[in-house]
Each structure stands twice: as C-alpha cells, then as structure tokens.
C-alpha cells in the first residue's frame, strides 16, 4: 500500500493510496496493535481489575476491551485516554497509541479515518457498487472476498471477515452516532451470493433500520436526476465539527479533508437525498424485494 504525504493547515490534505484489495478488504492485526493490547493487558492486571470491572471504567463494553487487547480492533483516542487515567500507565499508553499501524506498512490516511470514524458523530455512506461493510452479511461479505481477485487464501477471508465484523460493533456501540445510508436499488436486484443470501441481506439490513441512529435510502433505478453519478463516497463529521471525506476506485482511493471539496460533496450527498425515495418508502421497496427474491 502506498500513498502520499499528508500535509497542509489542517494536518490533512487530499492524499490518494492504492492497495491491492481495491480498498474492499479490511486491515489485518498488525504487531503493532497486538503489542498496544498487551500493554493495556498488562496495565489492567496490574490495577487488579478484570475485563469485566475494566469495561465501565473506560465507558466501553467488555467484548470491544478484550478485541483491543487482543490486537484485533483499532482503539479510539477515548479509550486511550480514559485507559490511561483509570490504570495510571504513566504516559504509556498514549505514546503507545501515536505508532499504532494496522498492518505492515500501512498508509497514515487509514489510521486518522479509522480513528475519525470510531469517533464520529455522523457517518454518510453512498454506496453504488456494493453494500457498504457496516450493513454486510456474513453470508454476502465472504461471497465478495471469495470472488475477488486477485485471489484470497482462507486464512485471509477469515481475517477479512472478523474484522469486518468487529468494525460492524460502531452501529450498536456508538447510539448517538447518526448512520446514513443511501443505497442503489440494483445492489439488490444483482442478487449477490443467490437469493438466499439477498433475502438474508434484505433481512438483516432491514433489522438495523429499526436503530434510532440508523437511517436507510433507496436510490430507484429509474431516476431522472441523480447527484452521485461521480461515484460512491463517505462523509464523517467529527465531535468538533470537523467533516472529512472518502472516495473509493477500482485500485485506489482518496482521503479528503480539504474543506472546499469537503463542501462539493456534502452538496451532492444532500441533494441525493432528495432524490433517493424516503425512508419508508425505501423500507416499503426493500420488503417488497425481499419477498420477491
């Protein structure tokens, strides 16, 4: 994975990567993270506490503490600071926390959006390609892994599943975190994985419809205006108010945090919104697909 330097007033510019999983793949553990939750481990031990008496100390439930030592999730800079209060660590895990990678070599861009995004206040997604991970079956994610190309290893579908299932942890455990979503309706139609697996999908994403922070558009195939025709995009707002921006290709993607193109696509992604059917009128759309599939 490559890309370039992140610079500018802000801290971030418009910076492009390119990895070989067309950005579909989820980051693995890297040493890195494994070492972190060794040392909040052994930070926690030493206080006497167990996962159990951590969690609520931190504010975070016992299965996101035990993925975080176990190296398996990317820790938010809240559970860095208030793990760093409640075990008196003495600075260590916050200067742990500034070298965290993912994998080897991974870009920077990946880190700052995976850590805007753990702590995000808002969370727009577009999707015209594939339904986003967040919203993913288990059952559609390991058909988009074992179709791609090149090629994955089981070790690596597996890899690639549980994390994206562990990131899937934001829609239950972030509550005042608004999700938005808009969905084309051919994502459906392709029927991906077989029908079995799109009236699962249609199922489940109907399901997290019913989370108050969750909300679901349909994008109609018949449609005479349509504000996303550049391509599929994400937004996030952070807890100050700053918006950041993501944009996926074929072979590469861009982090965008440069507020005047932030601005174009918040433009687009309000307009698309209106021109997407409403929300029950996209609940209605999905049942009806679901029993048509």
């Given at each position: 994975?490559?890309?370039?330097?992140?610079?500018?007033?802000?801290?971030?510019?418009?910076?492009?990567?390119?990895?070989?999983?067309?950005?579909?793949?989820?980051?693995?553990?890297?040493?890195?993270?494994?070492?972190?939750?060794?040392?909040?481990?052994?930070?926690?031990?030493?206080?006497?506490?167990?996962?159990?008496?951590?969690?609520?100390?931190?504010?975070?439930?016992?299965?996101?503490v035990a993925s975080i030592e176990q190296g398996r999730r990317f820790p938010p800079v809240d559970f860095v600071e208030?793990?760093?209060?409640?075990?008196?660590?003495?600075?260590?895990?916050?200067?742990?926390?500034?070298?965290?990678?993912?994998?080897?070599?991974?870009?920077?861009?990946?880190r700052q959006w995976a850590r805007f995004e753990a702590e995000a206040v808002s969370l727009y997604t577009?999707?015209?390609?594939?339904?986003?991970?967040?919203?993913?079956?288990?059952?559609?994610?390991?058909?988009?892994?074992?179709?791609?190309?090149?090629?994955?290893?089981?070790?690596?579908?597996?890899?690639?599943?549980?994390?994206?299932?562990?990131?899937?942890?934001?829609?239950?455990?972030?509550?005042?975190?608004?999700?938005?979503?808009?969905?084309?309706?051919?994502?459906?139609?392709?029927?991906?994985?077989?029908?079995?697996?799109?009236?699962?999908?249609?199922?489940?994403?109907?399901?997290?419809?019913?989370?108050?922070?969750?909300?679901?558009?349909?994008?109609?195939?018949?449609?005479?205006?349509?504000?996303?025709?550049?391509?599929?995009?994400?937004?996030?707002?952070?807890?100050?108010?700053?918006?950041?921006?993501?944009?996926?290709?074929?072979?590469?993607?861009?982090?965008?945090?440069?507020?005047?193109?932030?601005?174009?696509?918040?433009?687009?992604?309000?307009?698309?919104?209106?021109?997407?059917?409403?929300?029950?009128?996209?609940?209605?759309?999905?049942?009806?697909?679901?029993?048509?599939?």
């Amino acid at each position: 994975m490559t890309m370039g330097p992140l610079s500018g007033r802000d801290g971030w510019e418009v910076s492009r990567m390119t990895d070989g999983t067309c950005g579909a793949g989820e980051p693995e553990a890297s040493d890195s993270l494994k070492a972190f939750g060794e040392v909040v481990k052994a930070f926690r031990k030493r206080a006497g506490l167990t996962q159990e008496e951590f969690a609520p100390q931190v504010r975070y439930s016992v299965p996101t503490v035990a993925s975080i030592e176990q190296g398996r999730r990317f820790p938010p800079v809240d559970f860095v600071e208030r793990a760093e209060e409640v075990l008196d660590a003495f600075g260590a895990l916050r200067g742990a926390a500034r070298h965290l990678s993912r994998q080897p070599g991974l870009a920077s861009w990946f880190r700052q959006w995976a850590r805007f995004e753990a702590e995000a206040v808002s969370l727009y997604t577009y999707e015209c390609r594939l339904i986003p991970g967040l919203l993913q079956t288990e059952a559609y994610a390991r058909t988009l892994f074992t179709n791609q190309l090149p090629p994955l290893s089981d070790d690596q579908i597996e890899a690639h599943w549980l994390a994206r299932a562990e990131r899937q942890r934001l829609l239950k455990e972030r509550p005042n975190t608004a999700f938005s979503f808009i969905l084309e309706e051919h994502l459906f139609l392709r029927r991906t994985g077989g029908a079995q697996t799109t009236r699962a999908l249609i199922d489940h994403v109907l399901g997290l419809t019913e989370l108050r922070n969750v909300e679901v558009q349909v994008m109609p195939v018949a449609r005479s205006a349509h504000a996303g025709m550049a391509g599929p995009m994400q937004l996030l707002e952070t807890p100050e108010a700053r918006w950041f921006a993501y944009n996926e290709g074929q072979r590469g993607g861009m982090f965008v945090s440069e507020r005047k193109e932030v601005s174009v696509l918040q433009m687009r992604y309000a307009r698309m919104r209106s021109q997407a059917l409403s929300l029950d009128d996209s609940l209605g759309l999905l049942q009806r697909m679901r029993g048509a599939s």
